[in-house]
Every structure is written in C-alpha cells, then in structure tokens.
C-alpha cells in the first residue's frame, strides 16, 4: 500500500512562494500519473495540477495555470508543486494522489497534507 506523505506548506503573504513535496511509499510511483488536490475551508476538494508517467505530460486548473509548476522525481518518488504568485485564495490544505490521467479519479488513501496560508 503506498503511503503518501505532503509537506512544504506555510505561511506566506501574497505574491510569495511556496514548493509543495509529496513523497510516496511502494515501487508504483513511475508508473503512475500523480496529481495535486486542495480543499478550501467549506469548499470541496478541487483539482490543481496533474503530471503523467512522463513528465512532459502536466496538466493544470485554469485558477493555477501560468502561477504553479508540477513535476517529478521518479528516483526519490516524489511529486513536486511550486507555486509563485500566490493569492489568498489559494490557501487551503494540499494533497497529493496517485491519478487516473484526464479524469483526476484518485486511487490511493489520502495523505494527512499541508496547509497552505496566503495572507493579503
């Protein structure tokens, strides 16, 4: 069972940045896509970045596209998310998953995440 475990939040005022990492347990990692998720405080969960086994295949949320960057590393097992430009509505809590490509369906147990706060 992999075991996903996110970390790199903060605090950060806006305009700021912040790299989110999320390492994975198990020997699936290269041979998954992997994607990002936040949850707002009385929002659901949300999509933000995707990155397929290849890591020229990324994938973005329209509200994050231009500001976040996703990317791999297969030999540590671990998914990376930088952020620039952060904004107050980009706080929440992350999460990482193991993904179907395109669809987003989650295929592993989540993490406990990071929070992410963006001050104005």
């Known amino acids: 069972q992999v075991q996903l475990v996110e970390s790199g939040g903060g605090l950060v005022q806006t305009g700021g940045s912040l790299r989110l990492s999320c390492a994975a347990s198990?020997?699936?990692?290269?041979?998954?896509?992997w994607g990002w998720f936040r949850e707002a405080p009385g929002k659901e969960r949300e999509f933000v970045a995707g990155?397929?086994?290849?890591?020229?295949?990324?994938y973005y949320a329209d509200s994050v596209k231009g500001r976040f960057t996703v990317s791999r590393d297969n030999a540590k097992s671990t998914v990376y998310l930088q952020m620039n430009s952060l904004k107050p509505d980009d706080t929440a809590v992350y999460y990482c998953?193991?993904?179907?490509?395109?669809?987003?369906?989650?295929?592993?147990?989540w993490g406990q995440g990071t929070q992410v706060t963006v001050s104005s």
């Open positions: 990155i397929g086994r290849s890591a020229s295949n990324t």
């Open positions: 998953n193991a993904v179907m490509l395109l669809t987003w369906r989650t295929l592993r147990s």
């Open positions: 198990g020997r699936a990692f290269e041979n998954s896509a």
